[in-house]
């Protein structure tokens, strides 16, 4: 998890999962051509969108990951090639370029060929951040196992921390009022927690239909509540009128 800087414009001081905006180049050819295992038109179905535009989440998430946390979800196509540079260093200086623009994330792909190996990835969850609130998103959450000889670093630009923490003891810091996590981030946290391992997310998620999640903010007894689908009152808030944004609900 990364911690957000306390100056964002949004959940500003929060820990989150490592993520942000498609790039344009997301949905080039020459990076969805890199997806490995899984096809751009396979996750289409998956994410119920054209398969560029699916592949692009997935380009996406797997740059994020890399620039915001320092862990990158591919492997080099020839195992003669960068894989024998393979350490911490080597990474952190290609991310560094990557960071400062000395270089494209298309451009760190073709240097040293790599692939993205989406079969070891599992689609989620799918939250849209709820009518009222001032920056709004339509978020798409993937799972993966860690690379193994990696290891994770906040990139000190976007987010300001980084840590790495099992589910159940960041539950535990939101409770203890120790850690800021937003709703979104703490159903997953929620979700993961009683797996024994990566694989075992993975495997369960691999396959599952995703139902999109759109909360709604209404006013009850005098207090501002984020309500899900599902939970009781939820159908019956479509057309209330919404409250003026508490960020306490998110």
Not at 22 to 40: K, P, Y
Not at 41 to 59: C, D, K, Y
Not at 196 to 213: L, N
Request: charged content about 20%; aromatic content about 8%.
């Amino acid at each position: 998890m990364v911690r957000r800087r306390l100056k964002s414009d949004f959940v500003g001081g929060a820990y989150v999962f490592p993520g942000g905006t498609l790039d344009a180049t997301d949905s080039s050819g020459g990076l969805l051509n890199r997806l490995h295992d899984v096809s751009a038109e396979e996750w289409g179905l998956r994410l119920n969108l054209p398969g560029s535009q699916a592949g692009a989440h997935l380009v996406a998430a797997i740059r994020e990951t890399f620039e915001e946390a320092g862990v990158l979800l591919a492997t080099p196509r020839n195992s003669g090639n960068a894989t024998s540079q393979n350490t911490t260093r080597f990474w952190q200086t290609q991310r560094q370029a990557l960071l400062t623009g000395q270089m494209t994330w298309p451009d760190l792909a073709d240097l040293n060929d790599l692939l993205f190996p989406t079969g070891r990835v599992a689609y989620f969850a799918h939250w849209i951040t709820p009518v009222g609130v001032p920056k709004r998103f339509s978020t798409r959450f993937f799972v993966a196992a860690a690379p193994e000889g990696q290891i994770p670093m906040a990139d000190d630009c976007e987010v300001e921390a980084g840590v790495w923490i099992k589910p159940e003891d960041a539950l535990r810091a939101k409770r203890e009022g120790r850690m800021t996590i937003v709703l979104p981030t703490q159903r997953a946290l929620e979700a993961i927690a009683p797996f024994a391992s990566p694989e075992a997310v993975i495997d369960a998620y691999r396959h599952k239909v995703i139902e999109t999640i759109l909360p709604r903010i209404v006013l009850r007894e005098g207090r501002v509540v984020s309500l899900l689908p599902g939970e009781p009152g939820y159908i019956e808030a479509e057309g209330e009128p919404v409250p003026p944004f508490d960020p306490s609900v998110l």
